[in-house]
T-cell receptor
Framework: RKEVEQDPGPFNVPEGATVAFNCTYS??????FFWYRQDCRKEPKLLMS???SGNEDGRFTAQLNRASQYISLLIRDSKLSDSATYLC????????????FGSGTRLLVRP | DADVTQTPRNRITKTGKRIMLECSQT?????MYWYRQDPGLGLRLIYY???????NKGEISDGYSVSRQAQAKFSLSLESAIPNQTALYFC???????????FGSGTRLTVV
């Protein structure tokens, strides 16, 4: 079983739609979680951290469910510019601060 | 100038050749990482370093070596390149207490 699993998609949605991605992680002791965005052939960029109580940044909402070991990302009012691959990331449970990346969920927002 | 610079951006090399990928950063971060990305597999850690002369293996270090000659520089070498090392390679840095990574723009390596 992969340490971090995501549905590869693609999710194809119209502009203005609300879309949600889920991600599951295998290590119940994991403490830190993130969503990264990656445009085609570009480097990943931090979108937002995920906090236990859930957190929001504009149109983006991230939530954590520790009991079920999943993380979610909700995007409201989708824009064409949201088209990208979204990577779920979990920090390794040791002092190395290594990050473990999911393989990503691709989002396509159409006009 | 970019905070994390990778060179070259693209490289095609032949099987058996030695190749070095360079990474330099201006952020003053101690921690540096090399990842490779393959379609459908996500990013996988090759090597990481917490300081000059500190080298640690990641999950896929076989066939690779690294050198941390200075705080700002972390180079990745393929001693004898093989076709399944064709991938997109990313260097990343982070502060000691900041969880976020800053990635370089990547090196697209093709081994023929």
């Amino acid at each position: 079983r992969k340490e971090v699993e995501q549905d590869p998609g693609p999710f194809n949605v119209p502009e203005g739609a609300t879309v949600a991605f889920n991600c599951t992680y295998s290590n119940s002791a994991s403490q830190s979680f993130f969503w990264y965005r990656q445009d085609c052939r570009k480097e990943p960029k931090l979108l937002m951290s995920v906090y236990s109580s859930g957190n929001e940044d504009g149109r983006f909402t991230a939530q954590l469910n520790r009991a079920s070991q999943y993380i979610s990302l909700l995007i409201r009012d989708s824009k064409l510019s949201d088209s990208a691959t979204y990577l779920c990331v979990v920090k390794e449970v040791d002092s190395s601060y290594k990050l473990i990346f999911g393989s990503g969920t691709r989002l396509l927002v159409r006009p | 100038d970019a905070d994390v610079t990778q060179t070259p951006r693209n490289r095609i090399t032949k099987t058996g050749k030695r190749i070095m990928l360079e990474c330099s950063q201006t952020k003053g971060h101690d921690r540096m990482y090399w990842y490779r990305q393959d379609p459908g597999l996500g990013l996988r850690l090759i090597y990481y370093s917490f300081d000059v002369k500190d080298i640690n293996k990641g999950e896929i270090s076989d066939g690779y070596s690294v050198s941390r000659q200075a705080q700002a520089k972390f180079s990745l070498s393929l001693e004898s390149a093989i076709p399944n090392q064709t991938a997109l390679y990313f260097c990343a840095t982070r502060e000691n207490t900041n969880y976020g990574y800053t990635f370089g723009s990547g090196t697209r390596l093709t081994v023929v």
